[in-house]
Structure formats: structure tokens, C-alpha cells
């Protein structure tokens, strides 16, 4: 082999460790400071998202833009920090909201669910109960899963803190035929 050959491979393999080493840095700074990857696990956020899709979140606007009712966020657990769930917003800070006859009232009018499947109805639990108003703390959320008989959210574990809100869902990536924007 020529010393131009030897040359010519050498600048290649460090062309290609250059590459890896600068898509290496990108992607943690991508993964760190803008987006989050999350796996769907179970059916709590049916019809809209399903088990074992990918999605990611985007951290970012969530420090500069409030979160609207009808997003899907992704967040910490309020016990168990390490485990992240996906809940769409359906009150925000010091609203009051009330769960009557199967339907969710903000500030005493019905809130229109159309992402919901439908029959599916919203029940009180431990937190957010049966026919009794609760008031959202300031800095809180209350959020729930789309499949409301299969999801452990607000009405269970109360208001989420704004602190522990990771970011917005924003696509879904995988499996790649179900590759979508996550609109709310």
C-alpha cells in the first residue's frame, strides 16, 4: 500500500472520529437542554398516544411560555422523581375544577374533551374527589390521562408542581409508521 493510501485512510478514520465525536456532543446537548425521550408504557394516554411509542418532549419553552390546557407534558412523579409520566393539562394554576357526573368542570363550565374516546368518563379519586371543588394551587397543574379508567394521575396524586414539569410532547418518533406531530 502507498503512503498516499495509508494517508488517505488515516484522514478518513479521523474525518470519521471527528464526526462521531461532534454528533456525540450535539445530541447531549439536544438531550440535556432542549429535548427529553420517553416511552408510552401502558394505555393511560389512549386513544391519543399508545403503548410503546417513543416521544419526545421539548424542555425549553416551558421556562419562558405558561403550559395551556389540552397540552401533553411529560413530568416526575411527585414521589418517585426518577420515573417520568405523560398527562395532558386540563386545569391550571388557582382555577377551580370540579368532577360531576362523569365530566370535568373549569370554574363551574363543562370542559370540551374531544381527544377523549368516547363513553370514557372522569371520576373522582383520592386527590381531586367525586362532586367536591378543589382548587389548583399557584405554580400547579392538574393533569390527566386521556384513558381516565387507566390512568394514576392528578385526581390520585393531586396537583403537579410546575417545578417538576420536564417539558411539552412534541412527536412522536417511534414506531416510525406512526411518526406524527403531537398537536393538542
Known amino acids: 500500500m502507498s503512503a498516499s493510501a495509508k494517508r488517505s485512510i488515516f484522514d478518513i478514520l479521523l474525518d470519521f472520529i471527528e464526526i462521531t465525536i461532534i454528533g456525540a456532543t450535539i ?64 386545569a391550571l394554576p388557582l382555577e377551580k375544577i370540579k368532577l360531576e357526573n362523569g365530566q370535568v368542570f373549569i370554574n363551574d363550565v363543562v370542559l370540551a374533551e374531544p381527544y377523549l374516546a368516547p363513553g370514557i368518563l372522569t371520576l373522582g379519586n383520592q386527590s381531586i374527589e367525586e362532586g367536591e371543588e378543589y382548587n389548583v394551587p399557584p405554580y400547579s397543574y392538574v393533569l390527566m390521562g386521556d384513558n381516565r379508567e387507566k390512568s394514576s394521575d392528578s385526581r390520585t396524586l393531586g396537583a403537579i408542581r410546575e417545578e417538576l414539569i420536564v417539558g411539552r410532547a412534541l412527536l412522536v418518533y417511534y414506531p416510525l409508521n406512526s411518526i406524527r406531530l403531537i398537536e393538542h
Open 27 to 90: 445530541f447531549l446537548l439536544v438531550y440535556l437542554f432542549l429535548g427529553q425521550l420517553l416511552e408510552v408504557t401502558g394505555e393511560s394516554m389512549e386513544p391519543t398516544l399508545h403503548d410503546k411509542e417513543q416521544v419526545i418532549a421539548e424542555k425549553l419553552s416551558t421556562r419562558f411560555k405558561p403550559l395551556e390546557r389540552g397540552e401533553i407534558v411529560i413530568f416526575r412523579h411527585p414521589e418517585e422523581h426518577t420515573r417520568l409520566l405523560i398527562k395532558r393539562v386540563i
